[in-house]
Nanobody, 126 residues
Framework: QVQVEEFGGGLVQTGGSLNLSCVAS????????MGWFRQAPGKEREFVLG????????SYGDSAKGRFSISRDKSKNTLYLRLSSLRPEDTAVYYC???????????????????WGQGTQVTVSS
């Protein structure tokens, strides 16, 4: 059984930062990739950042470049998301995604396959 759980969401003022984490438990993770998505009220789900577990190649969503960063700790099966210079439009539920890559060399897939956490709410006040 695969379990995925996010931590670290909360309320922050414009310009502030938050550190999110995602813990995946269950099977061995050497063949899995992990990433972050978000969904704001009334909007479509949006890809934020993804990382290949082996090699660490990062894929960037349009809103993430320059302000957000992703990393992982393979020994802890944990994924991290650093949110910086936050704006009200960053307000959303942030979801962790764990999936088997299409191929070893393929970039992180942005579809809805794999396993998902319940999400953690990030609210940026103006």
């Amino acid at each position: 059984q695969v379990q995925v759980e996010e931590f670290g969401g909360g309320l922050v003022q414009t310009g502030g930062s938050l550190n999110l984490s995602c813990v995946a438990s269950g099977p061995p993770w050497s063949s899995y990739d992990m990433g972050w998505f978000r969904q704001a009220p009334g909007k479509e789900r949006e890809f934020v950042l993804g990382i290949k577990w082996i090699g660490g190649t990062v894929s960037y969503g349009d809103s993430a470049k320059g302000r957000f960063s992703i990393s992982r700790d393979k020994s802890k099966n944990t994924l991290y998301l650093r949110l910086s210079s936050l704006r009200p439009e960053d307000t959303a539920v942030y979801y962790c995604n764990v999936k088997i890559p299409v191929s070893p060399d393929a970039a992180f897939a942005r579809g809805d396959s794999g396993y998902w956490g319940q999400g953690t709410q990030v609210t940026v006040s103006s």
